[in-house]
């Protein structure tokens, strides 16, 4: 068993001990979280089906317990059961319209269904709570989504309100840095890639990045020792791969 299991495992154990105290709970919403925890271990598991009970045990005890309705939004979208998905994420905005967590999964559970305009809108719902504690992933998760549907200004908007949120938070430095370069703007990628190498550890992703950078500014020097570090460092990698084969875009 590896070591993420066994803590998963562990928290289901503690979960299920809390689950058997909270049936014994008058208060029906705290039996409603409790079950939403344990079937979101389970689901982290990848224990689709016993996610699903523990789920629907939190709406038997709470019917109007939203985090139980997004939960099981979130676990049939994994197993493909749309329509299920659709019904539980609207059910959970319905019950609480203004949670930013069930607004977030909405909107991406819409972008990953080709839907990214009504998805975005749902996005903006997200970050317009002002208690919401990750509102840099929903930015990030927002300009992904715009990138999607080919719109790089909105995306570009989004990635940078997530480093306002979070000023170094790497996925959003990332995308800039990307979407620099696909648009040619080789300074700000830079400019981006070297907040990453400040704040991130070496991998074959940035050297990768990083090498394709100095290409677009025509230093040579630049492109020669990122390559011979992507070869030495990172023999077996898609990026190295990728450099023998020339492909850098």
């Known amino acids: 068993m590896s070591l993420r299991s066994f803590v998963l495992l562990f928290a289901i154990l503690l979960a299920s001990g809390a689950a058997l105290a909270a049936d014994g709970d008058t208060s029906p919403d705290r039996r409603a979280n409790v079950r939403t925890q344990l079937a979101a271990e389970y689901f982290r598991l990848g224990r689709y089906a016993v996610a699903i009970d523990e789920a629907t045990k939190a709406i038997e005890a709470d019917s109007k317990y939203s985090p139980a309705y997004t939960m099981l939004g979130l676990i049939y979208a994994e197993i493909k059961d749309d329509d299920k998905a659709k019904r539980n994420f609207q059910e959970a905005l319905r019950l609480s319209p203004d949670d930013p967590d069930a607004n977030h999964n909405y909107g991406w559970f819409l972008c990953e269904h080709g839907q990214m305009q009504e998805g975005l809108g749902y996005y903006d719902r997200a970050l ?122």
Do not use: H, M
């Not at 989504?145 to 306002?164: G, V």
């Not at 430095?173 to 070496?202: C, G, I, M």
């Not at 290409?215 to 898609?238: I, M, W």
């Open 128 to 249: 317009s709570n002002p208690l919401y504690d990750t509102p840099e992933k929903t930015a990030l998760n927002a300009g992904q989504c715009a990138q999607k549907n080919d719109d790089n200004a909105t995306a570009k908007r989004y990635f940078e309100r997530a480093l306002q949120y979070r000023p170094n938070f790497a996925p959003a430095n990332y995308q800039l840095a990307e979407l620099s370069l696909k648009t040619k703007d080789f300074v700000a990628a830079k400019r981006y890639a070297l907040v990453l190498t400040k704040t991130t550890r070496p991998g074959a992703a940035l050297t990768w990045l990083n090498l394709r950078i100095e290409r677009g500014l025509g230093n040579a020097d630049g492109v020669s020792r990122y390559a011979q570090e992507l070869r030495k460092q990172y023999p077996d990698s898609l990026e190295t791969t990728k450099l023998a084969a020339g492909q850098y875009e």
